[in-house]
């Protein structure tokens, strides 16, 4: 037996030897739970909330946009101030003296250059190149540059390695020189950022103040790009976003991050804005399973959940509901006062229920109707027709879909984004719907009119129109909202349905191909204007999936593009939207996004509420303490300032 | 003994190959273009196209042998031999920064998480699978034996029951659902360990304890099983006849033939402790590797998929051949 029990003695002493080898990152003042693990903290290459929540800690833009100002105030960033021509086209930034990085050296404009550069070369994989392509010249640059990368690689197969190795090179002179040449970007001097656009870009500070725009610190990132001498393009070696190489502007940096386990960022002494820091080292554990988040933040391990996804997340909602029943008058006066939401909660009495807060998002779920005249396999398609993508988004109880199976108080959607999100924007109408019939009579009306659409498409008896198919991916839930809409259709207009749940890689490539004749999607804003969701539609754009294709939707947006009068534009985008959304139906809007944050308001402070779902977490302090101002943030509105 | 550790290991190679072929082929057959994200923005035409040519993702051919060359640590040969590696490093020491670090065994970078490599991804996710699987297994041979033994000793008792009963529950309780509650209890309720994470020791009690219980329900049912079987046979009336005390018949001699086929069992179980174990990974936020075999996939991940999956293969070869030599060594009829 003993011989038996030797190796199993051996093993247990080099698992103790293993573990205590692992320590752990020291308790940090603020510590909470991203919407998921980062997978980049290289600005220009990110996309996903998670890094860019991240990256807003650890760099800092031009400008910012202050999070806690109900209208997203434009406040200076690296920039001290700027000049904009009064078409929108020409951008002047000035750089603050103090800007520096995390080792000392000033940020200077040529690393804005050098950064958006990287942003606008194809091989860099940015998600977001098509934002810096407004830049006089720039799209024109990345198109140029994806051809003669191209060309190089056919030409390469020829070529000896030496051959290739001077190729190579010579080509990224020739793509550096013509960048320098044709794209409208210049660093006048060390501290002078200049740009033109190539159409009036009313919201391009807003974009400047997007973590994507972010400068990286050239003398470091460049030694990372290689040129590939079979492709010839740059490749980018990983690592040096990892510390302790990382160097950074913003008011942190990263002291720890390990795949899988968490991220520990520490206040960073060179950033000109320092002393407003109240909390000094910030800490993201990863955990993923929603259940274990919960219990995590019950336990006191973290304490700010960030996208509460747990089941019962419902009956916590409920729970906040009887909260504020219960203390109706005081809420209401604290309402009346002009406070906000976390201020509201910090003022009522002290209890667990209030933890969980609801909050609107500036995103839409919706249904894509595919908009081809035949499906990916040749059948004929019925959602081609505009009257039929029609009388199916009037027979839709969206009220039903939000109240019996979203239950976490989404709002009814008409839109394709919420109304009221945007300054300076009135949304359309929006098509009518079951829910908005008030008797039977009104109801019947809605259905009638929607079966006479059909009759019109030639679909006199919708009994025996093709089967319907709804496309949605077997992750996230999305699964009853499916049934619902099926259910739906079929009670309405009598049709035919069949759910199409696809694995998500399969979905998505349905999406693509437009293999789908209906499909669950959704988008978050990027940006405040609404081109960020308008865009999608565009003939051609890489993100229309509906394939839908309208000359004059198009051109009503190159309309808008090309005026420079702010309020006509918005005008034309109205009509726009209009038109999407009553008469051609792309995609029938659902619902409104609703996010949900766990946090206990009498703890911390400096969490904003706006729909944009955007944190600057340095602005986050910890209650009681003992560091920082210790006192509640409110959130300001315009007309308090 | 010698020989046939010799002949595993010559056979190593060939396995790898096959397992790669088959794993490659069926990964690229997997729908989806690897570059796409399954939410948000998409990188457009061009991007994709130039990261296709990069990663050598247009040709099944191409990537087959570019990925075989640089995982078997063909490339960091040629590279060293060539002078290249030599020369980057003259390069970078110039300008007074450290070369990016190169790899012999390159297994590519990740698709999804932009900035690591599978290299860093598997080694820093190994050691904690392996650790948790490891641990598990202890505490299933302890649970298991002393449930096998109590239950034989007495078999069709309340005890024996009893521990029937609990590797019933512990072998149909899914692991979400114990470890939850495991959770709720252990570390909201009584606080007594940590709700996740890695790097304590007692952080690694409760998953390793979820993880472990299908486990012990099947040891203790093979214990069990043995025990009965040895108890009944003629050395242990001999045993008994010849005056020894009872749990020295008990421990000495029943126990040792009764637990040969635990052990036979404990190879393919510890390959599984070490890489089935994604739910309790999520639960307890655990950085495992058992979540990168479905998320790889899920993701098509291909560099990823490929990288876990030779290390795993590779492992598990190892493995096999360790319990072999266990087995012979502790029963010395095989040979």
Redesign the interface.
Known sequence: MLKLIVPFVLLFAAIFAVVASDQPDPPADFTFINRGDVTTLDPQRMSWMQDLRVARLLFEPLVRLDVMTTDYQIVPGVAERWEVSEDFKEYTFHLRQDAKWSNGEPVTAQQFVYSWKRALLPETAADYTALFQIIDGAKDFFEWRSEQTRQYSIRARNLTTEEKRIESQKLWDEASAYFDENVALRAVDDHTLTMSLDASTPYWLDLCSFIVFAPVYEPLVSQYEQIDPDTGMVRLQLGWTKPPLMISNGPFVLENWRFKRGLFLRSNPQWWAKDTLDIETIAIPSVEDSNSQVLAFESGAVQWVSDVNADYRIQMLADKQAFYDENREQYEKLKAEGLDQFAIDAALPDDPRKNVHALSAFGTYWYNFNCKPTLADGRENPFHDARVRRAFAMCIDKQRICDDVMRIGTPVARNMFPPGAIAGYTSPKGLKCISDANTPAEKQAIIDEAKALLKEAGYPNPAEMPRIELLFNSDGGHGLVAQQLAKDWEEFLGVRTFLAQKEIKVYKDDLKKQNFMTGRAGWFADYADPTTFLDLNRTGDGNNDRAYSSPVYDGLLDQAKAETDPEKRMALLTEAERIIMEEDLPLVPLYYYVNIYLFDPDEITGISNHPRLQQDLFNIDVLGDGKGRDEIKHIRNKDLN | MLGLILRRLLQLPVIILVIYTITLTLSWA????P????E????????I???K??YKLDSFPAFYTSYLKSATGIDYLNDTLSGKRARDREQ?EA?G??A??TYVFNLG?SL??????VN??VS??L?VS??LG??AI?IA?VIGITAGVVGAVKPNSAADFATLMVALIGISLPSFVVG?ML??LF??IF?IF????????SG?VLPATTLSLPFAAYIARLTRMGMIDALSADYIRTARAKGLGEMTVL??HA??NA?LPVLSYLGPATAYAMTGSFVIE????I?GLG?HFVNGV???DLFLIMGVVLIFATMLVLFNLAVDV?YR??DPRIS
């Open positions: 997997i729908p989806g273009n570059l796409e994200k399954p948000g923005r998409q990188p457009s035409a061009e991007v196209e130039a990261m040519r990069q970078a300008v920064v450290a990016p670090t970078p999804q998480y932009n900035d690591w490599n860093e991804i820093d996710a050691p392996v650790v490891l641990t202890l041979l939850t959770l709720l570390a909201v606080p940590p709700v996740g994470g890695w790097g304590t020791l690694l421990l000495k126990l040792k637990f999520k639960v307890f936020s950085p979540q899920l993701n098509k266990l060594w502790v």
